[in-house]
């Protein structure tokens, strides 16, 4: 080749030269490709022709290629032996050496670990009643229902409960109200007086004995959590269930309760024995993070009235007015004021105004206020902190006066739906109707809701509590579970006037055995079904259902049928029904418990 005396390539002349075949043979490669490209496309038509009819065959239509149902093997679990009759497992007391005195953190929530859970029926009590309906419940319950003497005893003397033939029967008396429960609650009326026009419509029992004082306030439209451990006072949340009062296990010791802070219009404790000056004022701190500016802490017993009652309390006079001067000291720093105070009931309201909060903040005082580490509605495992929860300075109507009174707030969207991920006053609104047009439906699909066969409903998914609000005329109430994983809207919940909890499916619920009558799902496994084994759910719904208790169970078509295979090993009756729309790809399942007895008295090994 030649080359310029630079090193440089040589002419023009020869760049042409060597471009010019290279040019010709692109073309030809097109030429070419255009030719073959006929040909495959002439070739691909017949075949489209000629094979339309088999192709229509092999391609389903898009009805047709939705995901398959969901299939199980058929298995039939096995009854757990007789003395798993009050199995709550993640608050056994055949647990409870395994974990710290301190506190009393044995008696908190510890649940089996995966390969120790249960896949048995836990059985009824020998000689068990289908049980006795509300109103008439509230009164009595059978004593088979519920076979515990050792309360009886304790207490008969306090008017608790008292044993006579086949029943047990409530006279309403109590550590503090010997002249009956409704004497009490009228002399609290008159102490508060919102209780009687409804500006008060939740509350909490802490220490609730057998809830007489929960079940006496549904006739002045309060509606009561209450709440106890499982102690040595046997089964205290077990007899408020059997008479048709809401309750539910927990202890106030090292994690809060599970729900959301600013939310309850009262709280109460009636000679609890919770040492709420101790530890810094922990379990007081927790009361005043669940209540509601405005809202009202009420106390009876020690060191109330402590001039006249200390000699009962094997004490001295001068530790009573210690324990009582501590105790107004540290409300008073909570931002408490004495609201009235009358024989054994002092009442404290806890303040809507915001001077005294931001003095909280101040680095002397104490308790602090709580810095913006943790969410003020974490309450699902989360340790309590000595600080005080101050109310969102932003959210100006969640204040017990700002919020409209019962029953106009159930059907008010609350200012904090703004907190939610698209809440919005008019999605509560669209929910809220929602839920009217389903409870009918449901009405017509199981005709026993509505009636007094049906007491305790559980809601396992709610969003809004619009299921509870739908239902509120009925003679039954409804604990709206929120999950703990979910969208954290249970505030909203009691906003509206009505009660629930923070709870994780993967693990048991907060409750006896045999204690609630419908328990009622939405989507449940459709959410929860990569975290949580069905499997268990529907073992522990199974556990926490009474005998002819009801479900009713609305799931995506492709899990109905799973479910519906499970549902028959644990000798349930179901029938799938349309929903009120009558869509394909959601269904409703409704079963029916049936009531059995254990057919044997084998040792708690056997199912071990």
Not at 346 to 372: E, F, G, H, M
Not at 383 to 397: A, F, G, H
Not at 411 to 420: D, F, G, L, Q
Request: hydrophobic fraction near 35%; proline fraction near 7%.
């Amino acid at each position: 080749m030649m080359k310029h005396k630079d090193g440089k390539p040589g002419s023009l002349q020869d760049k042409r030269t060597r471009v010019l075949p290279m040019t010709i043979l692109l073309i030809a490669l097109c030429g070419l490709s255009f030719y073959l490209g006929g040909i495959f496309c002439a070739e691909k038509n017949k075949f489209e022709v000629k094979n339309v009819k088999d192709i229509a065959k092999a391609v389903p239509s898009p009805k047709e290629s939705t995901v398959a149902p969901l299939q199980m093997k058929f298995v039939t679990f096995p009854e757990c032996s007789s003395d798993y009759q009050d199995y709550t497992p993640c608050t056994d007391p055949k647990r409870w050496r395994k974990y710290g005195m301190h506190r009393l953190t044995f008696m908190e929530r510890h649940c089996p670990a995966v390969f120790e859970r249960k896949e048995c029926l836990v059985p009824p009590p020998e000689g068990y009643k289908p049980p006795i309906r509300w109103p008439k419940s509230r009164d009595e319950c059978w004593y088979r229902n519920v076979p515990y003497d050792w309360i009886n005893k304790q207490k008969s003397n306090q008017n608790w409960l008292r044993k006579q033939g086949e029943k047990f029967l409530f006279p309403g008396g109590g550590t503090m109200f010997p002249k009956g429960v409704s004497a009490y609650v009228d002399l609290m009326q008159d102490l508060i007086p919102g209780m009687k026009d409804g500006t008060v419509r939740t509350a909490i029992d802490t220490g609730c004995g057998v809830a007489s004082w929960g079940g006496d306030l549904l006739d002045h439209g309060i509606l009561t959590v209450s709440l106890a451990p499982r102690d040595n006072h046997e089964a205290q949340v077990q007899f408020a269930l059997e008479r048709g009062i809401p309750a539910i296990l927990g202890i106030i010791s090292t994690q809060r309760l599970p729900f959301p802070s600013n939310s309850f219009d009262m709280a109460h404790c009636s000679r609890c024995l919770i040492p709420w000056t101790e530890f810094g004022g922990l379990y007081l701190l927790e009361i005043n993070r669940i209540l509601r500016p405005g809202g009202f802490w009420v106390l009876s017993g020690p060191p109330v009235n402590y001039q006249n009652r200390w000699r009962g309390w094997n004490t001295t006079v001068q530790e009573q007015k210690s324990d009582y001067d501590r105790l107004q000291k540290l409300l008073t720093s909570m931002c408490f004021k004495l609201y009235n105070k009358k024989d054994d009931i002092a009442v404290w309201q806890k303040t809507s105004n915001s001077s005294c909060y931001n003095r909280l903040a101040k680095p002397d005082a104490y308790p602090p206020k709580c810095d913006d580490s943790l969410e003020l509605d974490s309450a699902w495992y989360t340790p309590l902190r000595p600080c005080v929860v101050v109310p969102d300075p932003k959210l100006k109507k969640i204040s017990l006066k700002s919020i409209p009174k019962w029953p106009e707030r159930l059907h008010v969207a609350p200012e904090r739906m703004s907190e939610i991920h698209g809440g919005s006053a008019s999605a509560f609104k669209h929910d809220d109707s929602k839920w009217k047009v389903r409870a009918k439906h449901y009405k017509k699909v199981l005709p026993a809701l509505g009636t007094d066969k049906i007491r305790n409903v559980m809601d396992m998914n709610t969003v809004y509590g619009g299921f509870a609000a739908a239902l509120i005329d009925d003679p039954l109430w409804v604990m709206n579970v929120v999950s703990s994983y979910g969208a954290n809207t249970l505030a909203i919940v009691y906003d509206r006037g009505l009660i629930g909890t923070y709870h994780d499916w993967c693990e048991a619920f907060s409750t006896y055995p045999r204690t609630y009558d419908l328990l009622h799902l939405d989507g449940l496994f459709t959410a929860e079904s990569h975290r949580c084994d069905m499997k268990f759910v529907l073992l522990e719904m199974d556990r926490i259902l009474r005998p002819n208790g009801y479900v009713i169970m609305r799931e995506s078509s492709y899990f109905i049928e799973a479910i519906a295979t499970i549902a028959k090993g644990m000798r349930w009756g179901c029938r799938k029904e349309d929903t009120e729309y009558g869509i394909e790809k959601e269904k409703l399942l409704v079963c029916q418990k049936k009531l059995w007895y254990s057919s044997s008295k084998s040792s708690r090994q056997k199912s071990e």
